[in-house]
């Protein structure tokens, strides 16, 4: 490790994005920022979810802790309001010079990914005076420099048919697309074009003092404390030589603010990425890149609708999800974790037979005076022994003048001539039943000396 204590450091850091703007890709570039601006809804919804399950907690005294699991289906949905919400389509349709250029690019970036180790350098100063080179191996120049990563990604605000070169240079993350270079600090995004985009590259003798990477070449040594000849300094005990290695150095510059150093363990392979920087300069300066327009349909004339149609806004929706999922499942927590009661009738099951088919003034030698139509909806009833109506008790004039007839089948016994008056028993089939009054399609039965009811005449036979 060299010391750097009487070496005046220079920051080697790029500008403030918002400054790095591009006519082409200006109206774009502030949708970007605009949607970059908005609170994330995933992670509103989380902590929300969270802060909730916690008072819940704090209320309940723990079993409210479990609603902590409803955050991650709220972070979910936050997740899925975000993908459209705080998002921008870029979409590149590459053919002939610009296809060519971009590819050499993307191989350009393949082979720098390809090193074993890659720097980012943040500061560098140059060493004034003799005892700091004699106390840093004979250096010329001091770096401060830190591992940096190649990958391909995208900007979390933006989609698109092509997954950029993403270059990580400290804070700042540079995205090489097919028409611009875009840089990401935090939510913020600037614009560079290639063509006002400088990128030098040269070979760096570096007295590696950390471990050599695999793949650099080793071009001499030096000691850790040399003499003004180049030779050891007797004076200090541990006076080891040090590797001397040559990397490759990549600066990239640009007039609206660029200014990075990025350093590669192995020569010769900024070339190819440079190349494919400076194809894409040279093309025609016009937009490759748009976004998806809506389908154009032919015209067609529509007749004006009476009445508004209400649009939903996405955001309530998720918001009524959100406390739909934090609502529910407390509740259904007390649902399911209650005890169960199981009602027991003791009756047989209730019958769909009550379908009251009007019966002539011939067929019982009376004259209807009202019909009641049928309820269908309401032709099966739930009957519960705490429900079972008792009828007034049947008088002996009653009870001579009665005709003695027997059910068909099972049917309901009712508390009035309708399916709208409640059920009194269940009467099996085949039992005598004596008949009091017919009422339109109801007759007046009774089943035993403490039950009488009505009951429907489709329902009654003659033996």
Request: glycine share 8%.
């Amino acid at each position: 490790m060299l010391d750097n204590d009487d070496v005046a450091m220079i920051e080697i850091e790029s500008g403030d994005i918002m400054q790095m703007r591009d006519e082409s890709f200006s109206e774009l570039l502030d949708e970007i920022n605009s949607k970059a601006r908005q609170t994330r809804m995933s992670a509103a919804f989380f902590w929300t979810a969270l802060a909730i399950s916690g008072m819940s907690g704090l209320a309940t005294g723990g079993p409210g802790l479990f609603l902590c699991v409803a955050a991650l289906p709220a972070a979910g949905i936050g997740k899925w309001l975000d993908s459209y919400r705080r998002t921008s389509v870029l979409y590149y349709d590459l053919e002939g010079d610009a296809e060519t250029a971009y590819r050499r690019l993307v191989e350009g970036f393949d082979g720098l990914i390809e090193c074993a180790a890659k720097w980012h350098i943040e500061a560098g100063g140059a060493v004034q005076s003799l005892t700091a080179w004699k106390r840093n191996a004979g250096a010329s120049h001091l770096v401060n420099r830190k591992v940096t990563t190649l990958t391909y990604n995208l900007p979390a605000v933006i989609k698109s048919n092509v997954t950029p070169p993403a270059l990580h240079v400290g804070k700042q993350i540079m995205f090489f697309m097919p028409d611009i270079v875009l840089m990401q600090d935090g939510s913020r995004v600037g614009a560079v074009n290639y063509a006002d985009l400088n990128v030098r590259w040269q070979d760096s003798r570096f007295i590696e003092t950390e471990r050599v990477p695999r793949d650099a070449k080793i071009v001499g040594h030096t000691w850790k404390h040399p003499n003004k000849r180049g030779g050891p300094d007797r004076r200090f005990r541990d006076n080891r030589q040090i590797p001397i290695c040559l990397y490759e150095a990549m600066h990239l510059t640009s007039n609206n603010g660029v200014h990075e150093l990025v350093e590669f363990s192995r020569t010769g392979v900024v070339a190819a990425f440079v190349d494919g920087c400076r194809k894409l300069a040279a093309l025609p300066r016009q937009r490759t890149v748009a976004l998806p327009s809506a389908p154009t349909n032919d015209a067609v004339d529509v007749a004006p609708v009476a009445t508004n149609a209400r649009k939903r806004s996405p955001l309530k929706v998720a918001i009524l999800a959100v406390l739909g999922v934090l609502v529910g499942i407390p509740v259904l927590a007390v649902v399911f974790g209650s005890d169960r009661k199981k009602a027991d009738t003791g009756l047989p099951p209730t019958l769909s037979v009550e379908i009251s088919n009007t019966i002539s003034g011939t067929e019982k030698g009376v004259t209807p005076t009202e019909e009641i139509a049928p309820d269908p909806a309401r032709q099966v009833a739930t009957v519960a022994a705490a429900n079972v109506v008792q009828s007034e008790p049947v008088t002996k004039e009653e009870a001579e003048q009665a005709t003695i007839r027997y059910t068909k089948t099972a049917v309901n016994l009712r508390d009035g001539p309708g399916t709208t008056f409640a059920v009194i028993t269940v009467v099996p089939e085949g039992i005598g039943i004596s008949v009091m009054e017919v009422k339109g399609a109801w007759s007046r039965v009774r089943v035993n000396e403490n039950t009488a009811g009505w009951m429907a005449n489709s329902t009654i036979a003659e033996h």
